[in-house]
Structure formats: C-alpha cells, structure tokens
C-alpha cells in the first residue's frame, strides 16, 4: 500500500541508452512531480504535472521527457544518457487547491550512467 | 524567486544531546516550510510543517520547529538525539501557487556519536 511508488529502484546502464523511470501514486492526487538530486545531496525540480497537464518545467536538457498517462501516473523518459545523468530521481504528489496540503516522496531511483 | 539556506552542512551531536538545525528563507509572501528527513539509501520523509498559525510546530520522532517571520528561519531541533537519528535533514520553502512547487535547502548531515 506504497503512497507513491517508484519503478526501478536501482538502474545501472551505459552512456547512450534510453531508459525510463515510473511512478505511481495511489493517495487520489492531482498534481506529480519529479525531482533530482545530484551526486551533492542537492535537491531540484525538474517537472510538475497537474491533472496530466504540464505546469513546471525547469531547465532540463530535453533528453528529459516527462509523460502522464493519467493523473496517478508520471513516468520520466531519459534519451541518450550521459555520466551527468548520474543520480536519485525522486517522484512526489501532493492535492492542490488545499491548504497545509504536503507533498509526499517515493523512495527514490538510484540511476548510474557508466 | 524563493530560495533556502542550511548553513551547516554536517553536525556532528552526542547521543542524548540536543540538537538544532538551522534554516533560513527567503520569499517574498507568507511561506510553507517544511522539514524532510532522508536516511541513508532512502527516500525523503517529511518531519513537519509550517502554513500558518502556530510558529512552534511538533512532527514526528520528537522533533519540533519553530518559525521566526523576523529573522527569516525556521530551525529544526530535538531535545535529545538517538543513533537512529544520523541521516540528511533538508528544509524546504513552497507555495500554494503554481503546482506548490518545493525549494530545498543544501541539506545538513548530521552524524551522531555514541
């Protein structure tokens, strides 16, 4: 009964391969993200989706395709992957339109580009 | 723009002893601040939060927060440390408005010793 659940949790691959990261959420969210966070401990957004729609979207190489499927869905498309890629991707949800509302964290996908 | 500052990037405390971590923001508006806790190998788990009224606020595993809107922080502390507390601590400032998008301090380590 995982709130928000990544899929997988540890991915090694080679420099130039295209993977793909998934999360799901079951806690009747409408709004997802994904989050980095580099070899420093240091957390970043990269993208938010609400009700399937894209509203953030930092700078990130457009190597980076976020996809959703749905609104318990967001899945993370990393083409052409290069050593930079290397780190913890986290997926998050939260219900806006609520105050005090808290984003929620899957436990992370630990990605190593070789 | 929102941003975070941790200015310690590792404590090291005794079991037993007190703990504070400190964290200042800087936001144009009234803030959502938040405390995540991230464990070795693991996802982020949220402490507490702040969104209005009581500027003390109590999480979980015994740790208290308290907002101080004149110096801009919003400090973490613990009366008394356990080992299971050695782990990343990361504050975090967001807003209601566009996908509650989430800041987040560096990260403070903290190491604890027997």
């Known amino acids: 009964d995982t709130a928000v659940s990544q899929t997988p949790k540890y991915l090694v691959t080679q420099m130039g391969n295209d993977k793909s990261i998934k999360c799901e959420q079951n806690l009747g969210h409408d709004t997802m993200y994904w989050y980095k966070q580099d070899s420093k401990k240091f957390l970043k957004i990269m993208f938010s989706?609400?009700?399937?729609?894209?509203?953030i979207n930092e700078t990130v190489p457009n190597r980076f395709s976020p996809k959703s499927p749905d609104k318990a869905h967001l899945n993370l498309h990393i083409n052409s992957l290069e050593l930079g890629d290397s780190a913890v991707y986290f997926c998050?949800?939260?219900?806006?339109?609520?105050?005090?509302?808290?984003?929620?964290f899957g436990e992370g996908s630990w990605l190593t580009v070789v | 723009a929102q941003s975070v500052t941790q200015p310690d990037i590792h404590i090291t405390v005794s079991e037993g002893a007190s703990l504070e971590l400190r964290c200042n923001y800087s936001?144009?508006?009234?803030?959502?601040l938040f405390w995540y806790v991230q464990s070795p190998g693991q996802g982020l788990q949220l402490l507490l939060k702040?969104?209005?009224?009581?500027?003390l606020v109590q999480g979980i595993k015994g740790f208290e927060a308290e907002f101080k809107r004149s110096q801009s922080s919003f400090n973490l502390r613990k009366p008394s440390v356990h080992w299971s507390d050695a782990a990343e601590y990361f504050c975090a400032v967001g807003r209601k408005a566009a996908g509650n998008k989430l800041t987040f301090g560096g990260g403070t380590r903290v190491l604890v010793k027997p």
């Open positions: 936001y144009g508006a009234t803030p959502y």
């Open positions: 989706y609400n009700n399937k729609e894209l509203i």
């Open positions: 702040y969104f209005s009224g009581d500027t």
């Open positions: 998050a949800s939260t219900l806006t339109g609520v105050t005090g509302n808290t984003i929620y």
